[in-house]
T-cell receptor, first 116, second 116 residues
Framework: DAKTTQPNSMESNEEEPVHLPCNHSTISGTDYIHWYRQLPSQGPEYVIHGLTSNVNNRMASLAIAEDRKSSTLILHRATLRDAAVYYCILRDSPNAGGTSYGKLTFGQGTILTVHP | DADVTQTPRNRITKTGKRIMLECSQTKGHDRMYWYRQDPGLGLRLIYYSFDVKDINKGEISDGYSVSRQAQAKFSLSLESAIPNQTALYFC???????????????FGPGTRLTVL
């Protein structure tokens, strides 16, 4: 499986933007880039995913490099509730038959601390 | 009410005891998963099930077994618990069909298991 590399930790101030980087130099052409986060004492939750184009949703934006070897999760205005461990995950795409597993392989993630 | 529930939330047991962790979901998803998380590490997949009749080993299945009693229920058993199985255990679900079927996994709140 292709691996991802993330900084161990990052810090931000409340209401400022946060850019969480992820390197995935061995990504294959069919790997999707997923981001999950794990709030303290909770299970992980889905944040966003993308393949080639930049993506936006209500939680965050995902910027994908043109060569797809890196990506950045952007939280536009960090809040205290965004303090969590953020996981960048490569996920193989489903096969044409629709039965592919598409598993999630979690690394250590980035611990984001948000200061008031 | 939570969509994915796990029982018990905390359990302390002794080496050699048989332990069952239960997971129930009301999301109507076909796919269910069991992960474990060790301190400071990401999640690792133990078992996964595509439907009631389809159960597959994950990356760390040794020492564990599972039972898919119904679409909504997926149990994880430790036949003879050992101290290095002390960890946080998460159940997750995902859709099997539709445009979101490979996008999100929904996680339960976790079960903290301590084996003395």
């Amino acid at each position: 499986d292709a691996k991802t590399t993330q900084p161990n930790s990052m810090e931000s101030n409340e209401e400022e933007p946060v850019h969480l980087p992820c390197n995935h130099s061995t990504i294959s052409g069919t790997d999707y880039i997923h981001w999950y986060r794990q709030l303290p004492s909770q299970g992980p939750e889905y944040v966003i995913h993308g393949l080639t184009s930049n993506v936006n949703n209500r939680m965050a934006s995902l910027a994908i490099a043109e060569d797809r070897k890196s990506s950045t999760l952007i939280l536009h205005r960090a809040t205290l509730r965004d303090a969590a461990v953020y996981y960048c995950i490569l996920r193989d795409s489903p096969n044409a038959g629709g039965t592919s597993y598409g598993k999630l392989t979690f690394g250590q993630g980035t611990i984001l601390t948000v200061h008031p | 009410d939570a969509d994915v529930t796990q029982t018990p939330r905390n359990r302390i047991t002794k080496t050699g005891k048989r332990i069952m962790l239960e997971c129930s979901q009301t999301k109507g998803h076909d796919r269910m998963y069991w992960y474990r998380q060790d301190p400071g590490l990401g999640l690792r997949l133990i078992y996964y099930s595509f439907d009631v009749k389809d159960i597959n080993k994950g990356e760390i299945s040794d020492g564990y077994s599972v039972s898919r009693q119904a679409q909504a229920k997926f149990s994880l058993s430790l036949e003879s618990a050992i101290p290095n199985q002390t960890a946080l255990y998460f159940c997750a679900t995902s859709e099997a069909t539709g445009p979101r079927r490979y996008n999100e996994q929904f996680f339960g709140p976790g079960t903290r298991l301590t084996v003395l």
